[in-house]
């Protein structure tokens, strides 16, 4: 049985106080838990459930729909999943109904208080799963967040495996993310198939934790770079050079990456076509940034960038594309921010 006291001392000694005020949400019924054991999923599932149809959420579960999978979505806004359900896909009002009705559910939500909403709040997905079930969590959420979700699955019966994924819009289209996954090995064996339909590689990282921060590794390593990119094209202008140019270089040397040949020529015409939203680049340096603190980690660079993308947000960026916050390094916000 997982009482109240085992759940409690197993909440990590570095918890900021957003973590806590989550978990204070979401601790009240856990003393009434009575955790059945996690049961093996033996079958491959044969019902899934997609819960956040956003930029991401979208695409993946298209392509498990044009994959032949018996789909069925939820969305806060339900119209965006209007075009998955004229194409087959089944349709439930809550989290908790689409966890009932599938043998395994995924979630891509937006940040962690959205995850955990989603999962665990009123007719969240914890309410419908049980033993035989699994929830699979493609959100991009720190680790604390992602413990949480896990124990409260798991203390269902059901099994939990967190699976962020590296790779846009573009290549969630493509079916070519990346799966960073942790969590029960058997549902990651089980679900290894679904994975293949919307990416390229999976994985597997050991406990619960360690998929969200290799995600948040990788994803501080971007903002910044992006952050870095976004100084050279305005530097490279501003001395008289051609920022295209600039853009051919980088991209035959060894600082080549295909995020700059892609992004750059929208950037020098101040086009920001959204595929990862700047307010979601932010929240992952802001979480990145608290994963360092964790463990005293120095990351001066990442901490300079995530400034930048606050900038950014400030002026109304936070809906446009990440590679927006060079809008943050132009003289127009420089100068408002003086005043
Ligand atoms: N876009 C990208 O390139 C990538 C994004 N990611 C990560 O994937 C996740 C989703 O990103 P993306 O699809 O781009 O973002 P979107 O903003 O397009 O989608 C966010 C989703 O979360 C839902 N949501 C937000 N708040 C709540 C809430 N309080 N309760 C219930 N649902 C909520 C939204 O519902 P609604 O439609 O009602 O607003 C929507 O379905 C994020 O964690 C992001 O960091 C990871 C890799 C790449
Ligand atoms: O989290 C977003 C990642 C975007 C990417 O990997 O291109």
């Not at 298209?62 to 806004?77: F, Q």
């Not at 033993?131 to 992602?146: A, L, R």
């Not at 600039?246 to 086009?271: D, E, H």
């Amino acid at each position: 049985m997982l009482m109240c006291s085992t759940f409690c001392s197993s909440i990590p000694h570095h918890l900021n106080l957003a973590s806590m005020m989550i978990m204070k949400r979401f601790s009240a019924p856990i003393s009434s838990y009575v955790s059945p054991r996690a049961q093996a999923i033996t079958e491959p599932p044969s019902r899934v459930g997609f819960l956040g149809i956003g930029i991401m959420g979208s695409p993946m579960a298209h392509n498990l729909l044009k994959a032949g999978i018996d789909l069925t979505v939820w969305n806060r806004t339900k119209s965006k999943c209007d075009p998955l359900i004229s194409l087959g896909a089944k349709y439930k009002p809550s989290p908790e109904e689409v966890a009932a009705s599938c043998d395994v559910t995924f979630a891509m939500l937006a940040d962690p208080q959205s995850a955990l909403d989603v999962a665990c709040g009123k007719h969240g997905a914890v309410n419908g799963i049980g033993p035989g079930k699994g929830y699979v969590d493609v959100s991009t959420v720190d680790g604390d967040t992602s413990k949480l979700i896990s124990e409260r699955i798991k203390s269902t019966g059901a099994l939990f495996l967190e699976a962020p994924v590296s790779g846009s819009k573009k290549p969630a289209e493509d079916g070519q993310l990346i799966f960073l996954t942790a969590g029960d090995k058997n549902l990651y064996d089980t679900v290894g198939s679904l994975l293949d339909i919307m990416g390229k590689s999976k994985f597997y990282l050991g406990n619960v934790g360690n998929g969200a921060a290799m995600k948040l590794v990788v994803n501080m390593i971007m903002g910044s770079m992006m952050a870095s990119f976004s100084e050279g094209l305005l530097l490279s202008e501003k001395v008289g050079l051609d920022p295209d140019v600039l853009v051919q270089v980088v991209s035959q040397g060894a600082i080549s990456a295909p995020m700059y040949s892609t992004k750059g020529p929208s950037m020098i015409q101040s086009l920001y076509p959204t595929a990862f939203p700047l307010k979601h680049q932010q929240k992952d340096l802001r979480l990145a940034l608290g994963l360092a603190e964790s463990v005293s980690q120095p990351t001066p660079i990442a901490a300079a960038a995530n400034e930048l993308y606050k900038v950014a947000k400030s002026h109304g960026l936070s809906d446009q594309d990440f590679s927006a916050v060079i809008e943050a390094l132009k003289s127009k916000f420089q100068h408002s921010e003086t005043k």
